[in-house]
Each structure stands twice: as C-alpha cells, then as structure tokens.
C-alpha cells in the first residue's frame, strides 16, 4: 500500500514570495490533515479535512494560507506572501476516519523562506 | 486544554540496554495516546497507540509503551535499544472538543534518543 506523497520535498523562495504544496493521502482515506513542525517543535495542526470538507482550521493563518481538497482526494497549501517566520516543515497525515484512527504522515516539504 | 509533556529533550543510552522516553499527558476524560518516531529529513511513523483495553500497548519495532491513569502517564519503552534506534520522538493525545474528539494531535516537544554502540 502507497503512503501519503507530498511535493516538493525542499522549497527555498524569498519572503513576500507565494509557495504551493502538495499532497495526495493514502488511498480510501477520507480525512487529510495539514500540520506545520517549526525547528526544535512538535507538529502543530494547520487544517482538517474530511472528504471536500473543512472540519478545524481553527489554527490555520488565513490572511496568508489556504488549503482546498476540492474533489476530496489530494490537497494543496498556499502560502500568499510567506514571512520568515513560515520557514518550518509541511507535513501532511491522512486517515480513514478522523475518530480513533491511526495518522500516517507523509515524507514533509521543508520550507525556507529567505 | 489537552497538552502532552516531554520532560527530557535528550535521552542517552548504551546499545543493548533498555530505555525509557517519558510522556505525561492532561487530558478531562480517557485520552487517546500516540507514540512517533521522526528520523533525519522524514516525517513521523507511527510506533504505537492506546486507545482502550490492556495497560501495556506493542509497537513496532519492539517498542511499548505503558499508560497509567494514575500518573497521567504514557512512558515509551524497549528493553535493549539499538543503535539504529536513535531518533526523535514524539508523544502525542488527540483532542477533544466540546463534543468529543476531533482528529487533531497535539504534540509534545520531542524527545531526542541518543543510543551509542
């Protein structure tokens, strides 16, 4: 079985700049997740979903970042600008249902914003 | 809040002794407790978690991990470390919401396993 795929793997852009990640679940799972790890900290969680749907984003900056999953398979995470201090890895989790189930991660986009 | 605790940033051990990576957690309710391991450059695999039932949880790779109630605790053990084991570790509770769990981890800082031959 395909673990989750997430792309690019290392982005290096200059602050102001935009960025996009993907990311694509493993298959069958109807809940994606988005978390953000700055250097020297645990995950923190970004945005839910489940299928097309946002479940929390209530952690999500969202005069800079959006997320979509528009047919409720991959996702996408913008950053429109990014600052410094976005600079952190991007990982992605998904699962097959968001309530006792385990989340699988993704490999992670590290980001170094400039 | 629900919040997990890593009291110790570095844990060293030598090869073939056991080891121990301490997890508290403060939850209201009966909590749903994550072990991951993250290596060099990779995101986090899952090692193991308790959710209901027997005390003493299994994992991969020999791993275990004992919860207790009492303590508020969720300790990661094996009983001989390997080299190969050195890591960073993270302990992990699901949130709960006003109407019950929602999905979301919250992570501890981390703990880093030093295991030197």
């Known amino acids: 079985e395909a673990g989750v795929a997430q792309s690019p793997r290392y982005k290096i852009i200059e602050k102001r700049q935009s960025v996009a990640f993907w990311c694509n679940p493993i298959s069958g799972h109807a809940t994606l997740y988005w978390y953000q790890q700055i250097l020297g900290q645990g995950p923190k969680l970004l945005i839910q979903f489940q299928n097309n749907g946002v479940v929390d984003d209530s952690q999500l900056p969202k005069d800079r970042f959006s997320a979509e999953r528009l047919k409720g398979v991959d996702s996408t995470l913008k950053i429109q600008p990014a600052k410094l201090e976005d600079s952190a890895v991007y990982l992605c989790?998904?699962?097959?249902?968001?309530?006792?189930?385990?989340?699988?991660f993704g490999p992670g986009t590290r980001l170094t914003v400039l | 809040a629900q919040s997990v605790a890593q009291p110790e940033d570095q844990v060293n051990v030598a090869e073939g002794n056991p080891l121990t990576v301490k997890c508290t957690y403060s939850?209201?309710?009966?909590?749903?407790l994550f072990w991951y391991v993250q290596y060099p450059n990779r995101g986090l695999q899952f090692l193991l978690k308790y959710i209901t039932g027997d005390n003493l949880v299994k994992g991969s790779y020999g791993f275990e991990a004992e919860f207790n109630k009492s303590q508020t605790s969720f300790h990661l053990k094996k009983p001989s470390a390997l080299v190969s084991d050195s890591a960073l570790y993270f302990c992990a509770v699901r949130d709960k919401g006003r109407s019950g769990n929602t999905g979301k981890l919250i992570f501890g800082q981390g703990t880093t396993l030093q295991v030197k031959p």
């Open positions: 939850v209201s309710g009966n909590p749903y």
């Open positions: 989790a998904s699962s097959s249902d968001w309530s006792t189930d385990t989340q699988y």
